[in-house]
């Protein structure tokens, strides 16, 4: 055990509420949610930031010594890379991502450059045991997903979004109609359920208005599978609707076929059937023609809105309404009439006040 002064502690990493003066040991356990101090190995002029837990983004740069996680990661845009079967002090391995997200990497999209490099300096300890100079790994989360957990969202309005991949709008459009819910007298909660850790998007929810959040990180998920999944949203949508909000809305993060455990999810009954409305953002018009096809044929739900890239224009509108009859509107320029679209959707229109939708 030794002592180690760091620089930048990542997002990743918030319910282990870490300083900057860390006790790390050299048996580390490779596995996915454990905490590790790595010191950074070159510089990078593009994706070289690392949210921290304070939000903020700060800038990385060659001689960094940082905290992150191991964890797995399968982008279609960005780095993808395993958790190695075991690691020492000494080995290099990669960030993955923004959040803290360390691993070795796999793949990367050209546009994003080689990852940084990372030497491992141990694994952080912390001292659970009051009066005991007893150090254990550290690992990410508040506490342990419970596979086991049920679902309960005790009549509470759900709202879905889902993508046809990343980079669709999913975050905008949940923030836009989360705002817009607000502002007519909704108390919103809203979470994040698939994806790989990062906690910018529930901050943008927080933002618009959300009153709380979640997202499956706290749960001690590093990146979301077909296997965790379904727990994860189950035990979320439970959480949040015990505090009697009058709707939540939870973003699916990566796409309908993507490898994050979307599709588990919405092949899930019992999930499927608390769905109250579900909204599909979309690149462009095919993607909303394949996106809603794979909604009504594999997962036989209908959804209530298309936006994204493909609502940019009244072209990609019309396009979507005439021939996928559903109704299609863009979060970006027209915020309020998407969230208010939406509350009409869920039946929460008699519960909300009277706005201008010009808002």
């Excluded at 509108?317 to 027209?334: G, H, T």
Aim: with cysteine; glycine share 12%; proline share 5%.
């Amino acid at each position: 055990m030794k002592t180690v002064v760091v620089d930048k502690i990542a997002s990743i990493t918030q319910a282990c509420t870490l300083g900057h003066e860390l006790r790390i040991a050299d048996e580390i356990i490779a596995e996915e949610g454990v905490v590790i101090v790595a010191e950074i190995l070159n510089n990078k002029s593009s994706y070289n930031t690392l949210e921290l837990t304070s939000g903020r983004m700060a800038k990385v740069a060659k001689g960094d010594v940082v905290v992150g996680a191991l964890g797995p990661r399968k982008a279609l845009f960005g780095y993808s890379g395993h958790v190695p079967e075991s690691l020492r002090p000494g080995d290099v391995i990669q960030m993955l991502n923004i959040g803290g997200v360390m691993g070795v990497c796999d793949s990367a999209t050209p546009d994003k450059g080689k990852p940084f490099d990372c030497r491992v300096l141990g694994v952080v300890l912390q001292f659970p045991y009051l009066g005991e100079r007893i150090g254990v790994p550290a690992r990410v989360g508040f506490r342990r997903l419970n596979f086991e957990a049920p679902l309960e969202v005790r009549g509470v309005p759900v709202v879905a979004l889902a993508g046809t991949c990343m980079e669709a709008g999913k975050t905008a459009a949940a923030a836009a109609i989360v705002s817009r819910m607000r502002h007519r007298g909704l108390m919103v909660d809203a979470f994040k359920a698939t994806g790989v850790s990062l906690r910018r998007d529930i901050m943008a929810f927080e933002d618009a208005g959300a009153r709380k959040t979640m997202i499956f990180t706290d749960l001690g998920v590093v990146t979301t599978s077909a296997r965790t999944g379904p727990a994860l949203t189950r035990t979320m949508l439970s959480e949040l609707a015990a505090g009697k909000p009058d709707v939540i809305v939870f973003e699916l993060g990566d796409g309908l076929l993507g490898t994050y455990g979307v599709d588990a999810i919405l092949g899930s009954a019992d999930i499927r059937q608390a769905l109250t409305g579900v909204v599909l953002s979309a690149n462009d018009p095919v993607a909303a023609w394949g996106g809603v096809k794979l909604l009504r044929e594999r997962f036989h739900i209908e959804p209530c809105m298309v936006t994204g890239p493909s609502t940019d224009n009244q072209v990609g509108v019309d396009i979507i309404e005439q021939q996928l009859k559903v109704p299609a509107c863009n979060a970006i320029s027209n915020p309020a009439p998407l969230g208010d679209a939406i509350i009409e959707a869920v039946g929460l229109g008699a519960r909300a006040s009277a706005v201008g939708a010009s808002e």
